[in-house]
């Protein structure tokens, strides 16, 4: 099993430019989230789905949409980027969204706005 | 919504001393505390869970202690290695708006183990 996997995993854009992060996941999981974490600030929930067809905001979510294309997949679009986004992006996914399933993260996207 | 703090932010220790971080949580609703360790550029990765029934629990070198009273947990690192050297992250699990759990982090301290 690959667990979770993300593409891709190094991003530069320009300010305004857009690009979808691509998540997915082979262990059947319910739950899937995106974090960005940056220096000093641990990771922030940006939005997750507790199960397919279903989305919903996080801690931080303005700026960024997101698609659960199918149990399988979970993207974090930035519509028009900014420098307040560059930070690197976190998938996850959990078996559930009940209150002690483990969460298993992705080996994260480093994106740079300019 | 809950709010996790996280001390010390860096924590220095020779090898083979014991290492303690300490986490406090505003929501007494949360029932669920892992800590997550994340060596450089690496994914975090869980390394030990608590849940709201139980005050401590072992695994090998690594223990959790929870107060639930006090709305407090500490991670303890026994016989500290250079391996143990990385960033630890807490977090506390409480229900969300939408009726979902979800993980807050603390914001990490980074250890490190000196030879």
């Known amino acids: 099993n690959a667990g979770v996997t993300q593409t891709p995993k190094f991003q530069v854009l320009k300010t305004g430019q857009s690009m979808t992060l691509q998540c997915a996941q082979d262990?059947?999981?319910?739950?899937m989230y995106w974090y960005r974490q940056d220096p000093g600030m641990g990771l922030r929930l940006i939005y997750y789905?507790?199960?397919?067809?279903?989305?919903d905001k996080g801690e931080v979510p303005n700026g960024y949409n997101v698609s659960r294309l199918n149990k399988r997949e979970f993207s974090l679009r930035l519509e028009s980027a900014a420098p307040s986004q560059t930070s690197v992006y976190f998938c996850?996914?959990?078996?559930?969204?009940?209150?002690?399933?483990?969460?298993?993260f992705g080996p994260g996207t480093r994106l740079t706005v300019t | 919504g809950e709010n996790v703090e996280q001390h010390p932010s860096t924590l220095s220790v020779q090898e083979g001393d014991s290492a303690v971080i300490k986490c406090t949580y505003s929501?007494?609703?949360?029932?669920?505390f892992p800590w997550y360790k994340q060596e450089l550029g690496k994914r975090p990765q869980l390394i030990i869970d608590?849940?709201?029934?139980?005050g401590e629990k072992k695994d090998q070198r690594i223990a959790v202690t929870l107060n639930k009273t006090a709305k407090h947990f500490s991670l303890h690192i026994t016989e500290t290695q250079p391996e143990d050297s990385a960033v630890y992250f807490c977090?506390?699990?409480?229900?969300?708006?939408?009726?979902?759990?979800?993980?807050?982090f603390g914001k990490g301290t980074k250890l490190s183990v000196i030879p």
């Open positions: 996850a996914s959990s078996a559930g969204t009940g209150p002690s399933y483990e969460q298993y």
């Open positions: 262990m059947n999981h319910n739950s």
């Open positions: 789905s507790a199960s397919e067809g279903t989305t």
């Open positions: 929501d007494s609703a949360s029932n669920y």
């Open positions: 608590i849940r709201s029934n139980v």
């Open positions: 977090a506390a699990s409480g229900l969300s708006g939408a009726g979902s759990y979800q993980l807050t």
